[in-house]
């Protein structure tokens, strides 16, 4: 009989340590080396962001447009992205949708003026005048902080777009305020 209990006893230990095992959470999927911040914490319900316009940091015109669709697990359902630099002549396109490009995370939360940020992460196809396309990482985040999102000057509306790898056309637009067009949280 007592070995019975022993051996009764170690199943029980080994049972527990399986189970305590098996609840772990997973280890996190590591995000692409672009620097821009994740502000979120928690994921909010199903999101659609959209948005074009422009922007001008440091005094370089770059235009845009995107649309993204992500389901209750901010997974992003589709969506797509499109930037033109226009002083390097430089196009960026990542889509879910589209080869060579892809959208693979996204994330929403309130924005520091108090409206509805966007965040989305993936690889964006990049072609510099005529060259030939090339895939970096890419982070955008887009706020829409209210209506109109621009206007005479600036608007309230931001966005930010950031893109891996040294090289010409490359780097970050910094949090910028829309010099014309809108971003709608919906």
Not at 124 to 145: E, I, L, M, P, Y
Not at 159 to 176: D, I, K, L, N, P
């Amino acid at each position: 009989m007592p070995k019975r209990r022993k051996l009764t006893l170690a199943a029980g230990v080994l049972t527990a340590a399986v189970v305590g095992w098996a609840c772990e959470p997973p280890e996190p999927v590591a995000a692409p080396e672009v620097a821009g911040p994740l502000f979120h914490v928690g994921c909010p319900a199903a999101k659609k962001f959209t948005g074009g316009g422009r922007i001008d940091p440091g005094g370089q015109k770059i235009t845009f447009g995107f649309n993204i669709h992500a389901n209750n697990a901010c997974e992003p359902l589709k969506g797509q992205l499109q930037v033109v630099h226009h002083p390097t002549q430089s196009k960026y396109h990542a889509g879910t949708t589209s080869s060579g490009g892809s959208i693979t995370s996204f994330s929403s939360y309130t924005s520091p003026e108090g409206g509805e940020c966007g965040e989305f992460r993936g690889t964006v196809r990049v072609k510099h005048g005529s060259g030939d396309w090339h895939t970096h990482d890419f982070f955008v985040q887009a706020c829409d902080n209210g209506e109109p999102g621009s206007s005479p000057g600036t608007g309230p509306d931001t966005f930010w777009m950031e893109v891996s790898g040294s090289g010409f056309g490359h780097g970050s637009t910094g949090r910028t305020p829309l010099t014309g067009g809108n971003i709608q949280a919906h």
